[in-house]
Structure formats: C-alpha cells, structure tokens
C-alpha cells in the first residue's frame, strides 16, 4: 500500500472540472462514489469544496483494496484508473500526523 496525506484536497464536479483545461495539473483522482475530481490545489475559474487532513490510498491488489475499504473512515474510492496505473485508491479522513 502506498499512502500520500493532503491537508487541502478540492472537489469539483465532472462537468466543472472539463469545462478548463487549467485544472488538469492538480488532478489527483476521479471517485468512483460520487464520480466527482479531486484536486491536489485550489482550482482556478470553478466552484469547489474543500477537504481537510485527506489520506490517499493506492493498493496493487484487489483484495487488499477490498479490505481495506470495510475498515476505514471512506470519503471516496477510484476504479477508474485501475487500467491506466494498475492501482485501486482510496481517499480516507486523515489526521496531521
């Protein structure tokens, strides 16, 4: 498992965050929950909602991933990059530490 914190993570809608092309350097995943964007900075010309103290989870197994899930504070979990990066991912309520 692989895990990155966020103290800021951004959320946009599918439809906001296509509209600009600007946004797409601070992508960090698209949620399979809820289908919206989550971004690494605050987006540019959008609205937006804010996330504090976020974790990111990537796992290399399914199974793992599947675990993992029934056990944690879930915000939201990405198959759409399963393809492209061979990675499930989990975004998670984090803490400062």
Not at 12 to 40: A, C, H, P, R
Request: charged content about 30%; overall charge negative.
């Amino acid at each position: 498992m692989e895990s990155k914190f966020f103290k800021n993570l951004f959320v946009v809608s599918v439809d906001d965050f296509l509209s600009t092309k600007d946004n797409e350097k601070y992508f960090i995943f698209q949620g399979s929950k809820n289908w919206d964007m989550y971004l690494s900075d605050k987006p540019k010309s959008i609205e937006y909602s804010t996330l504090n103290y976020v974790k990111l989870l990537s796992f290399k197994k399914e199974s793992n991933f599947l675990q993992y899930m029934k056990d944690v504070d879930l915000i939201d979990y990405s198959l759409e990059h399963v393809s492209e990066l061979d990675m499930y991912s989990i975004l998670v309520n984090g803490n400062e530490n």
